[in-house]
């Protein structure tokens, strides 16, 4: 229920919308973030990102400043403290 619910949720998104579901909804933009979070471990770069969704290294930089309003390796490195702090808490408790 909850997928279907989410789904439709980004099917009603405008086309101008802005954030990370919108990003999720944006077909290189989704994989490369489908990438960053599965791998954040990676030592990524644009470069690396683009090839490996089929865009050029501006196209990438510019549709996730469009979608997200930050550009890939900041988001990345965003996820990866995110990911940090959930390990302190972690280990803290």
Do not use: C, T
Request: aromatic share 8%; net charge neutral.
């Amino acid at each position: 229920m909850f997928v279907d619910a989410a789904r439709r949720y980004l099917d009603d998104l405008l086309e101008d919308a802005v954030g990370w579901l919108a990003g999720l909804r944006e077909r290189y933009v989704g994989k490369a973030l489908a990438l960053m979070h599965e791998q954040p471990e990676r030592q990524w770069s644009v470069d690396d990102l683009a090839r490996e969704v089929g865009l050029s290294r501006s196209a990438l930089h510019e549709r996730f400043v469009r979608y997200l309003g930050s550009p890939p390796m900041l988001h990345l490195a965003n996820w990866r403290i995110q990911l940090g702090a959930k390990l302190l808490l972690e280990r803290a408790a």
